[in-house]
T-cell receptor, first 113, second 115 residues
């Protein structure tokens, strides 16, 4: 059974800092790994999707990496801004035709002006 | 463009009542998912539709939970005889394709409170 863990549970940084959020998964036979952002009282917004054959994906100030062998993914945020404050969730889909995602509990990020 | 729309936004039900939650996915999206999110937790999978076919319902907690998507667009999640442990945010998501290649687009959810 796939389990996804995110560390830390919460992170507070000053504006402008570069930061890394960590995600680990127990079953390396993943189909893809996705990172989402969730603002309070809102649904999830897809940030990056990494296929199992890929090593990383980039979008603007965001870069996500995937290391299947070690069961880890990281989300790197460059030059953080107060608007980046949100909860970041990673989710893994497992090979075998299942479409479902297994989510971590998220990392709550606060970027202080 | 319009995103995934869910209604109602909030629902309060007395224990034992039946509720129906609606999801309008993005037009043309083939895949539709329902997730349940408890406070402080990540979403947990409930069920998945590809067009009108319910291909995976392994996450539905009990036979009190039922989902349908009869015409391959709008979906309804029904919970019968609600219990307090059903209190959560119910999220609907859709994607253009299938096979895990398309990013998911989530609605803002329905917050269900069972008293």
């Amino acid at each position: 059974k796939q389990e996804v863990t995110q560390i830390p549970a919460a992170l507070s940084v000053p504006e402008g800092e570069n930061l890394v959020l960590n995600c680990s998964f127990t079953d390396s036979a993943i189909y893809n790994l996705q990172w989402f952002r969730q603002d309070p009282g809102k649904g999830l917004t897809s940030l990056l999707l990494i296929q199992s054959s890929q090593r990383e994906q980039t979008s603007g100030r965001l870069n996500a990496s995937l290391d299947k062998s070690s069961g880890r993914s990281t989300l790197y945020i460059a030059a953080s801004q107060p608007g980046d404050s949100a909860t970041y969730l990673c989710a893994a889909s497992t090979q075998g035709g299942s479409e479902k995602l297994v989510f971590g509990k998220g990392t709550k990020l606060t970027v202080n002006p | 463009g319009a995103g995934v729309s869910q209604s109602p936004r909030y629902k309060v039900a007395k224990r034992g009542q039946d509720v129906a939650l609606r999801c309008d996915p993005i037009s043309g999206h083939v895949s539709l998912f329902w997730y349940q999110q408890a406070l402080g937790q990540g979403p947990e999978f409930l069920t998945y539709f590809q067009n009108e076919a319910q291909l995976d319902k392994s996450g539905l907690p009990s036979d009190r939970f039922f989902a349908e998507r009869p015409e391959g667009s709008v979906s309804t999640l029904k919970i019968q005889r609600t219990q307090q442990e059903d209190s959560a945010v119910y999220l609907c998501a859709s994607s253009l394709g299938w096979g895990g290649n398309s990013p998911l687009h989530f609605g803002n959810g329905t917050r269900l409170t069972v008293t």
